[in-house]
T-cell receptor, first 115, second 111 residues
Framework: KAGVTQTPRYLIKTRGQQVTLSCSPISGHRSVSWYQQTPGQGLQFLFEYFSETQRNKGNFPGRFSGRQFSNSRSEMNVSTLELGDSALYLC??????????????FGEGSRLTVL | AQSVTQLGSHVSVSEGALVLLRCNYSSSVPPYLFWYVQYPNQGLQLLLKYTSAATLVKGINGFEAEFKKSETSFHLTKPSAHMSDAAEYFCAVRRNNDMRFGAGTRLTVKP
């Protein structure tokens, strides 16, 4: 079974640009969560999508948005990039069927550098 | 609201020594508990999980953790550290759709 796939793995942008990151969950997983990881703030929850609907949202500005498609693939977008958006963005999927214990399966992340 | 506290942002041990990484949680009901490991520039990998079936949980790479309800703890241990154990470790707690991570503990293993 293929794991969670994130693309691109590395990217460099300049301030003011926007970026779109993609995540393909494990087959059969309908929940996709996004996290931002920085040395200073640790792992911070961005949002969770389930069946194309945003189910939970962390405390991030509106520049951070996401969506989920009917095949459960998800994208997140950051507009008007700031230097502080430089981070490792992690996507995680989980199964949601009965009896599932809810562990998250993570991708390898997309490392964004904003110059 | 539930939360997770990892005591010690950095832990250093010698190769062959006991590894003990501490995690305390706060939750109104017994939650699901997890330990994840992260190697540089990679995502998080599940080490083990507690789901109320057994209080002593064995995971991958020789790690285990014990759920102690009276102490609200879920500490991670390994009897003998290996150089390859050097990484960052995260404790996490889930209740319903809410998953919370600790701040992480960076483990260094000295030769």
């Amino acid at each position: 079974k293929a794991g969670v796939t994130q693309t691109p793995r590395y990217l460099i942008k300049t301030r003011g640009q926007q970026v779109t990151l993609s995540c393909s969950p494990i087959s059969g997983h309908r929940s996709v969560s996004w996290y931002q990881q920085t040395p200073g703030q640790g792992l911070q929850f961005l949002f969770e999508y389930f069946s194309e609907t945003q189910r939970n949202k962390g405390n991030f500005p509106g520049r951070f948005s996401g969506r989920q498609f009917s095949n459960s693939r998800s994208e997140m977008n950051v507009s008007t990039l700031e230097l502080g958006d430089s981070a490792l963005y992690l996507c995680a999927s989980r199964g949601t069927s009965g009896g599932n214990t809810g562990e998250l399966f993570f991708g390898e992340g997309s490392r964004l550098t904003v110059l | 609201a539930q939360s997770v506290t990892q005591l010690g942002s950095h832990v250093s041990v010698s190769e062959g020594a006991l590894v003990l990484l501490r995690c305390n949680y706060s939750s109104s009901v017994p939650p699901y508990l997890f330990w994840y490991v992260q190697y540089p520039n990679q995502g998080l990998q599940l080490l083990l999980k507690y789901t109320s079936a057994a209080t002593l949980v064995k995971g991958i790479n020789g790690f285990e953790a014990e759920f102690k309800k009276s102490e609200t703890s879920f500490h991670l241990t390994k009897p003998s550290a290996h150089m390859s154990d050097a990484a960052e470790y995260f404790c996490a707690v889930r209740r319903n759709n809410d998953m919370r991570f600790g701040a992480g503990t960076r483990l260094t293993v000295k030769p």
